[in-house]
């Protein structure tokens, strides 16, 4: 897949956030199947901030940064985003999705990746309607999730649904898109935590080189909170 950046074509691209403590093979899969679903430019991946007292014991944005850098490697098209780390505190999506939109231009295609139930909360986000002034949104779907939308969500919704990405992305934002990835892995954050707390193998669930990086710092040996 070429990469259009730099020519006439509108950029496409997406932004993937999650907390990635640490970055495992689903997350690295989905982006990779998110970008060629949309024939997107690039995903970037986003790491967010969290309040200290919610970190994963003696492990620092910055290591969640470097796994994340270190997982991507060479691969085409995904980029590890610090910019919600940059910030003090929190950040807003709709902070970050302005931030790209000034990066690549007005004309740029934006997408907001969001699990479905995230989607199914979307209009309880700070001034949700923004974020379609901003970008598209794009709700990976999971097997047997697809509830009614709550009235306000629906309201928020109405007219946007696009039939198919190239219908998406014929406009810079405001759509709305479903899609399925093929390859939806049973991998969690949480379980590969409580594997490396316990001392048990972690192969095969995350990239290589994101093992070396936990081993060679030791990371993830005590789930006790820090207090
Ligand atoms: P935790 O277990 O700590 O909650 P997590 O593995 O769910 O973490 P996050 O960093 O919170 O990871 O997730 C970032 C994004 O990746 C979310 O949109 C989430 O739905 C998605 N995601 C998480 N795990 C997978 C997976 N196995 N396959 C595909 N997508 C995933």
């Known amino acids: 897949m070429s990469d259009r ?4 074509a509108a950029p496409r691209i997406a932004m993937f956030g999650g907390t990635f403590d640490p970055v495992h093979l689903g997350h690295l899969r989905s982006a990779v199947e998110l970008r060629e679903c949309l024939a997107l430019d690039r995903v970037h991946m986003l790491p967010a901030h969290v309040p200290p007292h919610r970190e994963a014991p ?3 944005a910055a290591e969640r940064l470097a796994m994340l850098e270190a997982g991507i490697g060479d691969t085409p098209g995904l980029v590890a985003d610090a910019r919600e780390l940059d910030r003090d505190g929190p950040s807003y ?3 970050t999705l302005a931030s790209l939109r000034r990066d690549y231009g007005e004309q740029a295609r934006l997408v907001m990746s969001v699990g479905m139930d995230a989607f199914l909360r979307l209009h309880e986000w700070r001034e949700p309607q923004r974020l379609f002034e901003l ?3 794009v709700v990976i779907e999971r097997p047997g999730h697809r509830g009614p939308l709550p009235a306000a969500l629906a309201r928020l919704v109405a007219g946007r649904e696009a039939a198919d990405a190239e219908a998406l992305l014929r406009r810079p934002a405001g759509g709305v898109l479903h899609v399925r990835l093929p390859s939806r892995m049973a991998i969690s954050a949480t379980g590969l935590r409580t594997r490396l707390a316990a ?3 972690v192969r095969y669930l995350l990239p290589e080189a994101v ?3 936990v081993r060679s710092r030791n990371l993830y040996r005590s789930l006790e909170p820090s207090g």
Request: no cysteine.
């Open 135 to 137: 970008a598209h949104v």
């Open 199 to 201: 001392g048990r193998s």
């Open 58 to 60: 003696g492990v620092s």
């Open 211 to 213: 093992e070396d990086y």
């Open 93 to 95: 999506s709709g902070e």
């Open 5 to 8: 950046i730099s020519g006439d």
